[in-house]
């Protein structure tokens, strides 16, 4: 039960930060990988570098928000696999910026990209998740779906939405075997949030809320991730796991 021997798993936003991440966690526990990005230069390098591991790993180039982008990883699903054991809806963004400078443009694409994509490619395989192998879909979340943590409103709407997507579509398709559940990281080392970590004011006010005095590492959100992947989880469904390093039970600002 604590490996991922022969699943057949799509990661999306698999190239940098959490998604990066996972795939090799999840190759490495024993899976088989089709992974997503937009960039065609690192898709090619990343898929080089683990073919020539020895993992079995795929990568597509793709827009997971645009619909014919979409339908070319399913078609690719159905030819390859036949059938989809795990879906990990990791791709997202975000625009930093005041909610009245917002143009529609910005915050209809980070709905797009951080909720419906998510929500219309977990539909369109579910007809492939329900001839998988204990077919899961793991939905990365943030902190920012329930709490105010400055990332600006559209991402927080986004993430907060997806988070009661993982509910809703948890108990919907239980009765199809497919187990949904989220992820919500709190500040992790990621190229979204690398531009913060530069800034050390704004790093002294995350430490200063996070009772484990530190970020958090992309491989930590992995192992989250692959632990859900696997059967030993076979009975958790409906949740939202935070991986916070305890910032959101904390009360009072640290002083130490």
């Given at each position: 039960?604590?490996?991922?021997?022969?699943?057949?798993?799509?990661?999306?936003?698999?190239?940098?930060?959490?998604?990066?991440?996972?795939?090799?966690?999840?190759?490495?526990?024993?899976?088989?990988?089709?992974?997503?990005?937009?960039?065609?230069?690192?898709?090619?390098?990343?898929?080089?570098?683990?073919?020539?591991?020895?993992?079995?790993?795929?990568?597509?180039?793709?827009?997971?928000?645009?619909?014919?982008?979409?339908?070319?990883?399913?078609?690719?699903?159905?030819?390859?696999?036949?059938?989809?054991?795990?879906?990990?809806?990791?791709?997202?963004?975000?625009?930093?910026?005041?909610?009245?400078?917002?143009?529609?443009?910005?915050?209809?694409?980070?709905?797009?990209?951080?909720?419906?994509?998510?929500?219309?490619?977990?539909?369109?395989?579910?007809?492939?998740?329900?001839?998988?192998?204990?077919?899961?879909?793991?939905?990365?979340?943030?902190?920012?779906?329930?709490?105010?943590?400055?990332?600006?409103?559209?991402?927080?709407?986004?993430?907060?939405?997806?988070?009661?997507?993982?509910?809703?579509?948890?108990?919907?398709?239980?009765?199809?075997?497919?187990?949904?559940?989220?992820?919500?990281?709190?500040?992790?080392?990621?190229p979204l949030t690398e531009a913060l970590?530069?800034?050390?004011?704004?790093?002294?006010?995350?430490?200063?809320?996070?009772?484990?005095?530190?970020?958090?590492?992309?491989?930590?959100?992995?192992?989250?991730?692959?632990?859900?992947?696997?059967?030993?989880?076979?009975?958790?469904?409906?949740?939202?796991?935070?991986?916070?390093?305890?910032?959101?039970?904390?009360?009072?600002?640290?002083?130490?």
């Amino acid at each position: 039960m604590w490996n991922l021997n022969k699943k057949k798993i799509l990661i999306t936003g698999g190239t940098k930060g959490i998604g990066r991440a996972a795939v090799i966690e999840i190759l490495k526990l024993g899976a088989e990988v089709l992974f997503t990005a937009r960039n065609q230069d690192e898709v090619a390098s990343f898929e080089q570098e683990l073919q020539e591991a020895g993992f079995a790993a795929t990568g597509l180039v793709s827009d997971i928000a645009d619909t014919a982008n979409r339908h070319e990883v399913i078609t690719w699903i159905e030819k390859h696999w036949g059938a989809l054991d795990v879906l990990v809806n990791n791709v997202g963004m975000n625009i930093r910026k005041p909610t009245l400078e917002f143009t529609t443009e910005e915050y209809k694409r980070i709905l797009d990209v951080n909720l419906i994509a998510p929500f219309e490619l977990s539909r369109s395989l579910h007809p492939l998740l329900v001839k998988g192998q204990n077919p899961v879909i793991i939905n990365v979340a943030s902190i920012a779906g329930f709490l105010d943590v400055q990332t600006g409103s559209p991402y927080a709407m986004s993430k907060a939405a997806l988070i009661q997507q993982t509910k809703n579509l948890a108990t919907e398709w239980a009765k199809d075997g497919i187990r949904v559940n989220a992820l919500s990281p709190w500040f992790t080392e990621t190229p979204l949030t690398e531009a913060l970590l530069l800034n050390e004011s704004k790093v002294q006010d995350v430490l200063s809320r996070t009772p484990l005095k530190r970020v958090a590492r992309a491989e930590e959100m992995a192992t989250i991730i692959a632990f859900l992947a696997m059967n030993a989880s076979s009975y958790i469904t409906g949740q939202n796991i935070i991986a916070d390093g305890g910032m959101s039970v904390t009360a009072l600002l640290s002083r130490s």
